[in-house]
C-alpha cells in the first residue's frame, strides 16, 4: 500500500497538491476535522501537525512526527521516545519574523510609541520634551537562547549599529555574537545590557529561570522582551522590576499564564507591549515551513537522521 502520511491540519490547496507531486508514490491523507483525523492515523506511517495524546494513543504504526511549530512544550516526548517514534519540528521557520518583531518592540520603546499612541488616542499633540526616546546604534543587546531565532535576531541587531551579546547553556561561538556566555554566566551578561530578549523553548529546565535574581542583575532602566515561552520568566518577579524601575519597559509576545486574565495588570502598564504570541505569524511561513519538511519527509524515507529532530532530553 506504500508509507501513509496523515496532516492533520488545514493545509492549503496549493501545498497539497505540492505534495502529491513532488512524493506521488506516497499515500496522502489531508483531514478535516478531529474524528477523520482520529482514524485515518491508526495506520499511518507518519503525521505532520500537533499530534495530541490521542492522535499517538489510535497511531499504532507511527514512526515519525513532525510538529506544526518549533515548540515542543505540551507534547508527550516520552512517549514518543519509548514507542521509537522519531520526531522533528519547524523550528527556523519563523526565526526571520520573529526577529523582525524583536525589532519593531525595541524601536517602538526607543521612539517612546506607547506614549505617542496614548497621546493620539486623546488627540493631545505631544512635545518631544516629553518623550523618553533613545537610539539603538551604539546600545547593547543581550539573547538569551541562541536558536535560529537568536541568530537570525544577532544579525539584525547587529546591522543595526547594536554590542551583540548572547547566552546559551553551551558557549561556543556563535556568528555576529560578540561574546557568547554559559549559563553560569548569566548575571555577569545581563549586567551590560540595555535590552535583554529572551528566545527559550518552554523545556522543565527553562521553567522560571529569568527571576528576580536575573531583573536584579540587569542594568538599571534597561528593557526586557520575551518571544519564546511566558513559563520561562516569573511574572511577579517581572511585575516587580518594572515597579522599581530597573526595567524601563517590557515587550512581551509571550506571558504566562497565557492568555492572560482579563484583570492582570500586565494589560494596563503603560510601560508594557503585549503583542497575544503573534510574532511567528507571517505570510511567508509555509513558503519555508513546506519546504522544511520535505527535507525531514526525504530524510525520513531514506532513513537518515531528521534535519530538525527534537532531542526528548533537552525538549527542543
Not at 482514524?39 to 510538529?67: C, K, M
Not at 519593531?104 to 518631544?128: E, G, I, N, V
Not at 541568530?151 to 561574546?179: D, F, S, T, Y
Request: hydrophobic share 45%.
Amino acid at each position: 500500500m506504500g508509507v501513509k502520511i496523515v496532516v492533520g491540519f488545514k493545509l492549503e490547496r496549493p501545498y497539497q497538491e505540492r505534495l502529491r507531486a513532488h512524493f506521488p508514490f506516497l499515500r496522502w491523507v489531508f483531514t478535516r476535522c478531529k474524528e477523520e483525523m482520529l482514524e485515518e492515523v491508526q495506520d499511518a506511517d507518519a503525521f505532520f501537525g500537533w499530534p495530541t495524546d490521542d492522535v499517538i494513543a489510535a497511531g499504532s504504526r507511527l514512526r515519525w512526527l513532525h510538529l506544526l511549530g518549533a515548540g515542543a512544550d505540551g507534547f508527550n516526548l516520552q512517549v514518543a521516545q519509548a514507542r521509537g517514534i522519531a520526531v522533528s519540528n519547524s523550528r527556523g521557520v519563523a526565526a526571520s519574523n520573529i526577529a523582525e518583531h524583536v525589532l519593531a518592540l525595541m524601536l517602538s520603546f526607543a521612539r517612546d510609541l506607547p506614549t505617542l499612541a496614548r497621546a493620539q488616542q486623546a488627540r493631545r499633540w505631544t512635545k518631544s520634551g516629553g518623550l523618553r526616546l533613545f537610539e539603538l546604534s551604539g546600545q547593547t543587546i543581550g539573547i538569551i537562547g541562541l536558536g535560529a531565532i537568536g541568530q537570525a535576531l544577532a544579525e539584525k541587531a547587529g546591522a543595526l549599529g547594536m554590542r551583540v551579546l548572547g547566552l546559551r547553556r553551551n558557549a561556543q561561538p556563535v556568528v555576529g555574537v560578540e561574546c557568547v556566555y554559559g549559563i553560569e554566566r548569566m548575571a555577569e551578561m545581563a549586567g551590560q545590557c540595555h535590552h535583554i530578549v529572551a528566545c527559550l523553548p518552554g523545556t522543565p529546565g527553562s521553567a522560571g529561570m529569568i527571576d528576580a535574581s536575573f531583573f536584579d542583575a540587569m542594568r538599571q532602566g534597561s528593557y526586557f522582551y520575551n518571544v519564546g515561552r511566558g513559563s520561562t520568566v516569573d511574572t511577579q518577579d517581572l511585575l516587580d522590576a518594572l515597579a522599581d524601575g530597573r526595567l524601563s519597559g517590557a515587550g512581551l509576545d509571550v506571558v504566562d499564564p497565557e492568555p492572560l486574565p482579563e484583570g492582570h495588570p500586565l494589560w494596563d502598564h503603560p510601560r508594557v507591549i503585549m503583542t497575544s504570541h503573534t510574532a511567528g505569524n507571517t505570510e511567508n511561513y509555509w513558503d519555508r515551513g513546506i519546504v522544511l519538511f520535505e527535507r525531514n519527509l526525504t530524510a525520513f524515507l531514506d532513513g537518515k537522521e531528521l534535519v530538525t529532530k527534537v532531542d526528548p532530553q533537552s525538549g527542543y
